[in-house]
């Protein structure tokens, strides 16, 4: 005997409700069950499931349906069906706008990029150009002390010269 654990619909005309169920394949969705291990209500969004029954029929071999495997993993994950966030369907205008929208936040983010490294290599320019001058006003520091100590030996040989 070939047993499922599926969905089992009750209530009235445009206001449906489910039972969990264990049934044997060949019995109709409404038949008679073996036995009833759940409820779920999709229009108020509530859904009760036994997971201790539910794990005993499956490790006994019964194959659950995709609606009560996926009733049953939110169950073991402790999440409920009103959690689910459902996201939003876009149009394609909708959509090629977003796009365009992300290609030019990448374009902004791509130009503020350029402008820091610019400034960056502007400011380690002008940082090497001020390293530049200051080593040459040392330099030219450096001559005018050198002449400056030459010029009173130049002085004073002649000096000596003369004294002879």
């Given at each position: 005997?070939?047993?499922?654990?599926?969905?089992?619909?009750?209530?009235?005309?445009?206001?449906s409700?489910?039972?969990?169920?264990?049934?044997?394949?060949?019995?109709?969705?409404?038949?008679k069950?073996?036995e009833?291990i759940?409820v779920y209500?999709p229009?108020?969004?509530?859904?009760?499931?036994?997971m201790?029954r539910?794990s005993?029929w499956?490790?006994?071999g019964?194959?659950?349906?995709?609606?009560?495997?996926?009733?049953a993993?939110?169950?073991?994950?402790?999440?409920?069906l009103?959690?689910?966030?459902?996201?939003?369907?876009l149009n394609k205008?909708?959509?090629?706008?977003?796009e365009e929208?992300?290609?030019?936040a990448?374009?902004?983010?791509?130009?503020?990029?350029?402008?820091?490294?610019?400034?960056?290599?502007?400011?380690?320019?002008?940082?090497?150009?001020?390293?530049?001058?200051?080593?040459?006003?040392?330099?030219?520091?450096?001559a005018?002390?050198a002449q400056?100590?030459e010029?009173p030996k130049?002085?004073?040989?002649?000096k000596?010269a003369s004294?002879?």
């Open positions: 005997m070939s047993v499922k654990v599926r969905l089992k619909r009750t209530g009235t005309r445009n206001n409700c489910f039972r969990i169920v264990v049934m044997d394949i060949r019995s109709s969705r409404d038949g069950a073996i009833e759940g209500d229009r108020h969004k509530n859904e009760n499931i036994d201790e539910y005993y499956i490790g006994v019964a194959k659950p349906s995709e609606t009560v495997d996926l009733i993993k939110r169950a073991a994950e402790g999440r409920k009103g959690d689910k966030v459902k996201t939003p369907r205008k909708a959509k090629i706008r977003m929208e992300a290609k030019a990448e374009a902004a983010k791509a130009a503020e990029a350029k402008a820091a490294a610019d400034a960056k290599a502007a400011a380690e320019a002008e940082k090497a150009k001020a390293a530049a001058e200051a080593k040459a006003a040392a330099e030219a520091k450096a005018e002390e400056a100590t010029e130049a002085e004073e040989e002649p000596v004294a002879e």
